[in-house]
């Protein structure tokens, strides 16, 4: 029994790892940035959930709230940070990522305390059913739920529509997607967009199930959805998705067998680091 | 030398080794470290520990330094399957795995670190000159070697990798010995601030840690000695002169970060040979 709900709560936790690490995946498939201020975005998201929450009573107007201002945020810093620095070597942009993430969570800081916020009242949290004997609580559910309508509506976008096309060919080949009359830029907002909305919704999630959101509380989830990336073969989204769920899993397993030798945040990149020796492209990227 | 003077003279004399090790892998050879502070805390923590099993001074330093350059080895082989952003994010996740191993270490004290280092048995004065000497042999040594043919070769190695390994430059001991070279002066860095802090705790070497040498080496303008140097001086006294900047210390590096980025990647030194090229063009033109 045990094992079985470590897998499961190990891909519960997949799901918000998969959220995170798309937006991280989408920037890096067009742009070659590793995008590590993504956290700044979901600690954003996260902070207008918890403040629109509690000043109106409705997790509905937070999340929407957090929907506009992180795809908005994700707007802002590609037009601000990113696209003056495009150019230059992948070390520059990198830099300028860890730069823009410092500043956003000292911003958060300034801005909302250092001490964190929690929610006023937190329906989500103390609500739970347990099929089959596992015990969810409905932000679990809502986590579940909400990855996978927003990651299949992606992909029914991308799939489907003319702006989806668009982004594949702009993405597979910018040059001849820019001669077919595809504007770039467009795309690159649209991906800002996209990605960062994510980011934002998963961090409100985040902080419902902590029921507590801080400065702080994008770091290590970025950090390790970076892992996932790279993991997965990096611009890879496919691979994006199936890593998100094995470090789930394994993070999962990880905290009962390896608890005496190794912290939780340890083991995803201790499995990352073992799978780069062997496969040094990634889980599904080509070389 | 007040006690004031030697203690910042020393935290400046630490952070030049650090950020001067992150440069030759970085600055030096072309390699991306995101994890330095690990190599720092593991030096800290092996001179820590033998220094309570009562090892003298000289013996605990050497061992941090052998002990860290060893493990900057392994962690260099990363280096020869990986390059660029997935070394960037490995070497991140290596100080992750780092203060995940310690943190669950009781014999390494656990989360609260190892505390009642004796001291060094030198004046705290004495002991900041120490750290200053072992600071200006970094310096010394990163300026030769940046003219040596070593340094020559991690040029051509950071410059265009396929190229150097057409021309028969064995890359993969040059990156090695980089990562070597680097790593065990963070080690030596760890082992000297034992002696100070006289207790060490596993965030002093955390993610943060990491990013704040890799501020000094960016934007004192990777690669170059002086730069560096200049950069480790000015954002370890930042804090110090001002109240303000103390209480908005990590905002400012982050804000430094972002500005030199964007207006002159090559840091410092890259606006000092700008400004240098801008004066003696009057001259060129006819």
New interface residues.
């Given amino acids: 029994m045990l094992f079985v709900e470590l897998i499961v709560k190990g891909l519960v936790y997949g799901c918000m790892y998969a959220m995170m690490a798309v937006g991280l995946t989408l920037v890096y498939g067009l742009l070659r940035i590793l995008h590590i201020a993504h956290a700044g975005v979901f600690a954003l998201g996260a902070y207008m959930v918890v403040t629109v929450a509690n000043a109106t009573g409705s997790l509905a107007a937070g999340f929407l709230v957090a929907l506009v201002v992180s795809a908005l945020a994700g707007m802002a810093i590609y037009r601000l940070a990113y696209q003056p620095i495009l150019g230059h070597p992948p070390f520059v942009p990198m830099v300028v990522s860890i730069g823009l993430f410092i500043v956003m969570q000292e911003a958060f800081r300034m801005i909302f305390g250092a001490y964190g916020i929690a929610f006023d009242t937190n329906p989500w949290y103390v609500a739970t059913i347990s099929p089959g004997g596992i015990t969810f609580n409905y932000v679990e559910i809502a986590m579940v739920i909400a990855s996978v309508v927003l990651l299949l509506g992606f992909g029914l976008f991308a799939g489907l529509t003319r702006a989806g096309i668009a982004w594949r060919a702009t993405v597979t080949d910018p040059q001849m997607a820019t001669s077919f009359g595809v504007d770039p830029v467009r795309v690159r907002y649209l991906n800002f967009m996209f990605g960062s909305a994510l980011a934002g919704i998963a961090g409100g999630l985040v902080g419902l199930l902590n029921n507590y959101v801080e400065p702080t509380m994008g770091g290590l989830v970025s950090y390790k959805a970076l892992a996932i990336i790279v993991l997965g073969g990096l611009g890879s989204v496919r691979g994006t998705l199936i890593a998100s769920l094995i470090l789930g899993v394994v993070e999962s397993f990880g905290t009962i067998y390896l608890a005496d030798v190794f912290d939780r945040d340890a083991i995803g990149f201790l499995f990352l680091i073992v799978v780069l020796m062997v496969r040094p492209q990634g889980l599904l990227g080509r070389k | 030398m007040s006690a004031y003077i030697a203690s910042l003279v020393s935290v400046i004399g630490i952070n030049m080794i650090l950020a001067l090790g992150l440069n030759i892998i970085s600055g030096f050879c072309g390699q ?1 470290s995101l994890g330095h502070a690990a190599f720092y805390g593991i030096g800290a923590y092996t001179a820590a520990y033998l220094c309570k099993l009562g090892v003298p001074l000289p013996l605990t330093l050497l061992a941090g330094t052998i002990m860290a350059g060893a493990i900057g080895i392994v962690v260099g082989l ?1 280096s020869l ?2 390059r ?3 070394l ?3 070497t ?3 100080g ?2 780092f ?3 310690v ?2 270490q009781k014999w390494l004290g656990g989360e609260l670190g190892i505390s009642g280092i004796p001291g060094s048995g030198l004046d705290p004065v004495v002991y900041a000159g120490l750290i200053l000497l072992f600071a200006a042999a970094v310096i010394v040594f990163s300026l030769w070697l940046k003219r040596s043919w070593m340094g020559f070769t991690f040029d051509a190695v950071a410059d265009d990798e396929d190229a150097a390994r057409t021309v028969g430059v064995n890359v993969s001991t040059y990156k090695l010995t980089a990562f070597g070279i680097g790593t065990a002066l963070a080690g030596l860095a760890g082992g000297l601030y034992i002696y100070f802090a006289r207790i060490i705790l596993p965030d002093t070497f955390d ?1 943060v840690q990491s ?1 704040a040498i ?1 501020t000094m080496v ?1 934007i004192g303008g ?1 690669g170059s000695v002086w730069g560096v140097v200049a950069a480790t001086i000015g954002l370890t006294l930042l804090p110090e002169v001002s109240r303000a900047a103390a209480d ?1 210390r ?2 400012i ?6 500005l030199v ?2 207006f002159s ?1 090559g840091g410092l030194a890259g606006l000092a040979t700008m400004l240098k090229r801008r004066k003696a063009a009057p001259k060129e033109v006819p």
Avoid: E, Q
């Fill in positions: 991306v990363t399957r990986v660029d952003d997935f960037a994010v490995t991140m996740g290596i992750f795995v203060l995940g191993f943190r669950k993610f990013i890799l960016v990777t908005y990590l905002l590096f982050g804000a430094m970060l972002m980025m964007r990647p």
